[in-house]
């Protein structure tokens, strides 16, 4: 066979195998796993790894926060930070505001994405204004190709449980996986109101206005209406030890439930919202930076396998009055914009600190990375592997390279990973077999990324949690679900 491209002399690796063998492209698909193999043109991978492009699932791109601040990258310069990183694909979020339809929500994020992205895209839709029509839309979302949502237990969008039963049944019933940020919002709010009245308003007292437990006894409960529903659930940022204790106990009993966790809880600290002046509200997130101890048992976590991806939770807000400080210099705490950068960094924080220190191996780096995503969100085999037929999105890694982290390719002005020693660096990313970034330069144009249609989340080994109540053979008959 004549190939379009030819990638040799390089290790490759997927989520369970690694092996040295030539991949040969035809039509932007793996079409040939072999030796000796000749193609139009060729990249030389000769000591390098050859893995399955990243595929970022947690980011928010051209999107207005709760503050109505908009994100400070748009789908062109996200995508390309992303491309950098090692990724060849990403699933930012598409926001219902108050009074949209799911259309209209769509139609918006589509105009931002489709002449700007330079690898390919897809959606999670954020539900913020649930009623009787919204959830009679949904099945048209799934129809267009949108099989995640995510629901908030906190802030001004957060939705009650009785509504996010509604939501879980119906994702539930099409193979779709709901997503939560779960935070106990009436912990959060008296615990802010206490600082505040109590003239604590620096941006250090955002730790403290959130407690680990409010994360803890949201998750619980997030947990116990998946499993009255019978439905697969994504617990996203996971930052506690009980948070990540309880995905994996729903985990070990068969629970449709899963986790994520993200670099700024394995790399900082709440000592880092104590920088002198206002430096601290770079580091404004939620959930917050806890400590690190913390950060030793979400390692282990990682480890053994509770977290199924780790993503950037990419929220760029620049360090001045567009972002951060949209409410003024003089704003407390609760009015900074909350997020921080970190799209490009997540894939070499997690081969530097992971792979090359001996925490995960490759294969559960590429797991975490690319392959878990696609199963969970319904773009395997498609994407997320190195197998014949699938997508050639591809990531060329020099394991050896070192760099000492300064800026991004990001709208952002500042990296709050900044200064870290990094060992192992991507240096080619395809997508769909054409150069997206290369040797450090962009090859890709805007608009050369593509929506993903996704199809059905993959429940493979979890045998869920049918409930007494819930099960006709015990609950004298009643067929609650489809």
């Given at each position: ?10 290790t ?61 990258d ?9 491309a950098?990183?090692?990724?060849s ?15 209209d ?13 330079v ?8 539900l ?31 939705i ?15 193979g779709g ?9 009436d ?5 802010a109101n ?14 403290p ?10 998750i619980?409960?997030?947990?116990s ?6 439905a697969?659930?994504?617990?996203v ?18 629970a ?12 900082l ?44 939770d990419?929220?760029p ?12 210099t ?15 960094m997540?894939?070499?924080l ?12 490759l294969?559960h ?19 997320g ?35 870290r020693e990094?060992n192992?660096?991507?240096?080619t ?27 059905r ?26």
């Amino acid at each position: 066979m004549k190939h379009d491209l030819v990638i040799n002399g390089g290790t490759l690796a997927s989520s369970s195998e690694t092996f040295k063998a030539d991949i040969g492209i035809k039509n932007g698909r793996i079409v040939t796993l072999g030796e000796d193999l000749k193609g139009e043109d060729v990249i030389d991978a000769s000591g390098k790894l050859v893995l399955p492009g990243g595929i970022e699932t947690h980011c928010h791109i051209a999107q207005e926060s709760a503050m109505s601040i908009m994100t400070a990258d748009d789908y062109e310069t996200g995508s390309i930070s992303a491309a950098f990183g090692g990724n060849s694909c990403f699933v930012p979020f598409a926001a219902q505001r108050k009074g949209q339809s799911l259309r209209d929500t769509l139609n918006v994020y589509d105009a931002r994405a489709k002449t700007k992205s330079v690898i390919d895209y897809s959606y999670h839709l954020i539900l913020t204004d649930v009623n009787k029509k919204v959830l009679n839309d949904l099945p048209e979302v799934f129809d267009f190709g949108i099989t995640s949502f995510k629901v908030f237990m906190t802030y001004a969008t957060r939705i009650n449980d009785s509504q996010f039963l509604d939501i879980l049944t119906i994702a539930r019933e099409h193979g779709g996986l709901t997503m939560v940020h779960a935070e106990n919002h009436d912990m959060l709010t008296w615990m802010a109101n206490r600082l505040t009245d109590s003239g604590y308003l620096d941006p250090k007292y955002h730790a403290p206005s959130r407690p680990a437990l409010a994360e803890e006894e949201a998750i619980n409960r997030a947990i116990s209406l998946a499993k009255l529903a019978n439905a697969p659930l994504m617990i996203v940022h996971v930052s506690t030890p009980g948070g990540a204790e309880s995905v994996r106990k729903a985990r070990f009993q068969g629970a449709y439930v899963f986790g994520e966790t993200c670099p700024q809880y394995l790399f900082l600290t709440r000592e880092d919202l104590n920088r002198p002046g206002l430096e601290g509200a770079k580091y404004i997130c939620s959930p917050p930076l806890r400590d690190s101890v913390t950060q030793e048992v979400l390692w282990k976590h990682i480890s053994n396998g509770t977290f199924s991806v780790v993503s950037s939770d990419h929220a760029p807000y620049r360090f001045d009055e567009t972002g951060k400080f949209s409410s003024g210099t003089n704003s407390d705490f609760r009015k900074i914009a909350n997020g921080m950068p970190g799209i490009e960094m997540r894939l070499p924080l997690m081969f530097s600190e992971g792979v090359k220190k001996g925490r995960i191996s490759l294969n559960h780096f590429v797991a975490l990375s690319s392959t878990n995503a696609a199963r969970l969100y319904g773009m395997f085999p498609k994407k997320g592997t190195l197998a014949i037929g699938a997508n050639a999105d591809i990531a060329i890694w020099d394991p050896d390279e070192t760099r000492h982290v300064s800026e991004m390719h990001d709208a952002t002005d500042y990296n709050p990973f900044e200064g870290r020693e990094i060992n192992g660096w991507p240096v080619t990313v395809l997508s769909k077999g054409r150069k997206v970034v290369d040797q450090g330069k962009l090859i890709a144009k805007p608009g050369d990324g593509k929506f993903v249609k996704r199809g059905r989340c993959d429940l493979t080994g979890l045998s869920g949690s049918r409930l007494i109540e819930t099960d006709p053979d015990t609950n004298f008959g009643a067929e609650l679900f489809k």
